[in-house]
């Protein structure tokens, strides 16, 4: 069985949902095939034990991400705000003047990690961890900035170039707080919104094994069918993008682009209780763990009736305690929040854990990183493609790397470059001469 569109899109997360509901939206014959018996990707939701929805994945996006909050907006999506109010909590405790010299510390060493040229060649060759070992700041906030890094990129800070991180850092530009906002119906449900749009250009549960550009239409085959197109936008993740077999083999530029990266390892962990008891205290419910890298939980609450906390256990810290098991995992945070927060973090109602390292379809999360040291043009030879396969995720986009937002604004991206791509194909086919009919002599 076989079936011919103008565009196929390989993926069906938000980079994937964006580029073709543009396409759609332009008139364009696309279809999207999508591995999962779900849309979205690494925006997910789950039902915890009382049978509440929540994101097991991508949740949260600001007034500075304008592309998801337009979209959350249209698609008439209540904004719930991040509860804020009250205490922040250090583990082990510092008085609030040292927490305040400390974040301090943590953001001046991170601006000037920003101020330096990604291409500045006295760089070449350093990681995040061993520049960070060369800065003079107090021991603490250097902590913390490794705490930082490797809770938001997921992965070990001795092993990230310092040009990736400058360059995908100066990308994330939001001025108010990136946890901002979360939609109360779910991220997750956003996805579903635009899955319903595109109908039945959607297919699940189609899994894309191999692609074949040789001459006429690309071939694009799942383990038992065939699907043709002039146009394919590989709208996964570069990890799980290098993991598709292309026929001819992809031109070398690209294939060691595609190969340049590493996902990151994160769990997302979320305590639903019956009442919110660290607001009796005075207390946000935002909790950093000076002791550990790369563990950090906030108030979740959708509102006053879901009390909940969420726990994000990102980098080498994700990996390490995989070994727990869930049950280790829930006691460990139980544990841990008590001692944070009080004795009632220990009465929660319902706990849930995903955990996103190695991923199969998506690799892990937050996001994958350019991980070559040397591979400084990997992410524009992706943006390139080559003129029939377009590659668009998150991780290629200009602005909010690793966001939503960024997934939004790839696929966008990527939608453009195949209408122009396909316009180019209409004007050369029409300068080609017409094949002769078949009686007609031909010269
Ligand atoms: C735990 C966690 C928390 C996060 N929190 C936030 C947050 O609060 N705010 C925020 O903005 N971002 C957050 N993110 C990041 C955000 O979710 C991602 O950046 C974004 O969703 C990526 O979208 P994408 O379309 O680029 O990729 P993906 O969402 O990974 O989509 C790729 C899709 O392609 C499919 N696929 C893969 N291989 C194939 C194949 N061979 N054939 C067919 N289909 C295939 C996958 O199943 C998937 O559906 C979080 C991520 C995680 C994991």
């Known amino acids: 069985m076989s079936s011919s569109h103008q565009v196929i899109v390989v993926g069906a997360g ?192 189609t899994a894309v094994a191999r692609i074949e550009r040789s001459s006429g239409k690309i071939k694009v085959h799942t383990s038992s069918r065939l699907f043709e197109a002039d146009q394919v936008i590989v709208a996964v993740p570069p990890v799980t993008a290098s993991r598709i077999a292309y026929r001819p083999a992809l031109p070398e530029p690209l294939s060691r682009a595609l190969n340049a990266w590493k996902s990151g390892t994160v769990m997302k962990g979320q305590f639903r209780y019956a009442r919110a008891f660290w607001r009796d205290k005075g ?25 909940t906390l969420v726990v994000y256990i990102g ?44 991923d199969r379809w998506s690799g892990g999360g937050y996001s994958d990183l350019i991980m070559e040291m040397d591979a400084r043009n990997a992410e524009a030879v992706l943006l390139e493609g080559d003129d029939r396969v377009q590659f668009a995720s998150s991780e290629l986009s200009p602005s909010f790397p690793g966001y939503v937002e960024g997934a939004i604004v790839a696929g966008k991206i990527a939608a453009e470059r195949a209408l122009h791509a396909l316009a180019e194909q209409d004007r050369t086919s029409l300068i080609r001469p017409a094949p002769p009919h078949v009686g007609e002599p031909s010269r």
Request: hydrophobic share 45%; aromatic share 8%.
């Open 14 to 205: 938000f980079a994937g949902l964006s580029a073709a509901t543009e396409l759609a939206s332009r008139s364009i014959d696309v279809v999207v095939l999508e591995a999962r018996d779900r849309v979205g990707g690494r925006v997910e939701s789950l039902r915890n034990a009382l049978g509440e929805r929540f994101d097991s994945g991508g949740q949260f996006f600001c007034d500075d991400m304008t592309e998801v909050t337009a979209l959350a907006r249209r698609h008439g999506k209540t904004f719930a705000e991040t509860p804020l109010d009250g205490a922040f909590t250090a583990q082990p405790p510092v008085s609030a003047a040292e927490g305040e010299r400390i974040f301090a510390g943590s953001t001046a060493i991170r601006e000037r990690m920003n101020a330096i040229d990604p291409d500045d060649p006295s760089i070449k060759g350093l990681t995040v961890g061993a520049w960070l070992e060369r800065q003079g700041d107090p021991l603490a906030a250097k902590a913390a900035f490794n705490s930082m890094i490797e809770g938001l990129w997921c992965r070990p800070i001795g092993e990230i170039p310092l040009w990736y991180l400058i360059d995908n850092d100066r990308r994330i530009t939001n001025t108010v707080w990136e946890l901002q906002y979360f939609p109360a119906e779910t991220m997750h449900s956003l996805a579903d919104d635009l899955a319903a749009e595109l109908g039945d250009r959607l297919m699940l549960n």
């Open 283 to 307: 207390l946000n419910g935002m909790v950093a763990w000076r002791d550990i890298h790369g563990l950090f939980a906030h108030d979740n609450s959708r509102d006053a009736d879901h009390p």
């Open 315 to 358: 980098g080498p810290l994700a990996v390490e305690w995989r070994r727990l098991g869930e049950a280790g995992i829930r006691a460990e945070l139980a544990r841990r929040l008590v001692t944070a927060l009080g004795p009632e973090a220990e009465e929660f109602l319902a706990f849930t854990l995903r955990d996103w390292v190695d």
